[in-house]
């Protein structure tokens, strides 16, 4: 599952951002490359910048890490906060409520900014 790439066509920001967000999980090379059903050899010369993979292992990798595979290539901006946010369940819940309508992310920010003013509140009176 990969394409041997030249050097013309490596991407030493993907290999570089894979290797970080990997590390950031916590995870080895062997134990993440078990977690995305690769072998060890395959996800280092992705590390590596040596080879890049096809979209449905490249989606494998971005699910893994929590990612967007948008983020994993290219590093948008806006896809930093999602390659931050460490809680998975959060993460999850985040990209669940992007299906919403308009009305509803409303709704969904009015409660989360009223329950952090009440933790600051809290906090401040504490």
Same mark, same amino acid.
């Given at each position: 599952?990969?394409?041997?790439?030249?050097?013309?066509?490596?991407?030493?920001?993907? /290999? *570089?951002? @894979?290797?970080?967000?990997?590390?950031?999980? +916590?995870? %080895?090379?062997?134990?993440?490359? $078990?977690?995305?059903?690769?072998?060890?050899?395959?996800?280092?010369?992705?590390?590596?910048?040596?080879?890049?993979?096809? /979209? *449905?292992? @490249?989606?494998?990798?971005a699910?893994?890490? +929590?990612? %967007?595979?948008?983020?994993?290539? $290219?590093?948008?901006?806006?896809?930093?906060?999602?390659?931050?946010?460490?809680?998975?369940?959060?993460?999850?819940?985040?990209? *669940?409520?992007?299906?919403?309508?308009?009305?509803?992310?409303?709704?969904?920010?009015?409660?989360?900014?009223?329950?952090v003013?009440?933790?600051?509140?809290?906090?401040?009176?504490?």
């Open positions: 599952m990969e394409k041997k790439i030249t050097d013309k066509e490596k991407n030493p920001v993907f /290999a *570089e951002r @894979l290797r970080t967000l990997r590390k950031k999980s +916590g995870y %080895s090379q062997k134990e993440f490359a $078990e977690v995305i059903n690769l072998h060890q050899v395959q996800y280092g010369r992705y590390e590596r910048g040596d080879s890049k993979p096809y /979209a *449905e292992t @490249l989606t494998k990798i699910d893994a890490l +929590g990612v %967007s595979t948008d983020y994993l290539l $290219e590093g948008q901006e806006e896809d930093a906060i999602v390659a931050n946010l460490e809680d998975k369940d959060l993460l999850r819940l985040f990209q *669940e409520i992007e299906g919403f309508t308009e009305l509803e992310k409303e709704h969904v920010k009015f409660v989360l900014e009223s329950i003013k009440n933790k600051k509140h809290k906090q401040l009176a504490g």
